[in-house]
Each structure stands twice: as structure tokens, then as C-alpha cells.
């Protein structure tokens, strides 16, 4: 059964830091696009950052290039969201997602539509 569980998200106050982390389970996640998206209440979702299932090359949202990093540890199949400098407005639900039908093999995609298989996602709150 392909599964994805989103974890490390949490109250931080603004400035501060967070690393999420997203589990594959039934699938093996370097073979898939994976793609960090966010949906704050009364919102569309957003793309966030992704990494491409060949060569690992990256992009990221313009709102926050500088201060996210996506990585992934084949070893764990486990795909990571580091967060820093923090703001009131990064505050949403972040979701992880993967993809190998949609999204061609050197590349990537920051649209939800292109993606397959969803987490339930993880809250990340940045409030003082």
C-alpha cells in the first residue's frame, strides 16, 4: 500500500525553525517526484518546494527561496522540508506529495495537479 506520512510540524515562534519530514512506505520515494505543498485556511494550496526524481535537481516557491531547503535520504526514504526564518505567513498545513506519471523524469513541478499520491498532512503554526 503506497503511503505518505508528513511529520515535524508544530507551534514556532517567528524567526525560528522547523524540518519536516515526509515517510514513504510501499513505494521507494527516489524513483518519484517529490513536492511540498502548504494550504493555509481559506486558501488554495500551494506549491512550496520539489525535487526531481532523477538527478535531484530542486526549485522552490519565490515567497520562500532563501529559507527552505528540501532534501531527500534515499537511505530512509524519507524526503525533508527544512524551515528557517520562519513567518506568520509560512503558517498552513503542509502536505507532501509524489509523482512519477505526471512529471517527466529530469523534471519537476510546484502544481498540485501533477501529483499522484498525497499525505494527510502536519500543521505548522509561526505565532509569538
Known amino acids: 500500500q503506497v503511503q505518505l506520512v508528513e511529520s515535524g510540524g508544530g507551534l514556532v515562534q517567528p524567526g525560528g525553525s522547523l524540518r519536516l519530514s515526509c515517510a514513504a512506505s510501499g513505494f521507494t520515494l527516489d524513483r518519484y517526484a517529490i513536492g511540498w505543498f502548504r494550504q493555509a485556511p481559506g486558501k488554495e494550496r500551494e506549491g512550496v518546494s520539489c525535487?526531481?526524481?532523477?538527478?535531484?535537481?530542486?526549485n522552490y516557491a519565490d515567497s520562500v527561496k532563501g529559507r527552505f531547503t528540501i532534501s531527500r535520504d534515499n537511505a530512509k526514504n524519507t524526503v525533508y522540508l527544512q524551515m528557517s526564518s520562519l513567518r506568520p505567513e509560512d503558517t498552513a498545513v503542509y502536505y507532501c506529495?509524489?509523482?512519477?506519471?505526471?512529471?517527466?523524469?529530469?523534471?519537476?513541478?510546484?502544481?498540485?495537479?501533477?501529483?499522484?499520491?498525497w499525505g494527510q498532512g502536519t500543521q505548522v503554526t509561526v505565532s509569538s
Open positions: 506529495a509524489a509523482d512519477r506519471v505526471h512529471i517527466p523524469r529530469y523534471g519537476s513541478s510546484l502544481a498540485p495537479s501533477d501529483y499522484t499520491f
Open positions: 525535487i526531481s526524481r532523477s538527478d535531484g535537481s530542486t
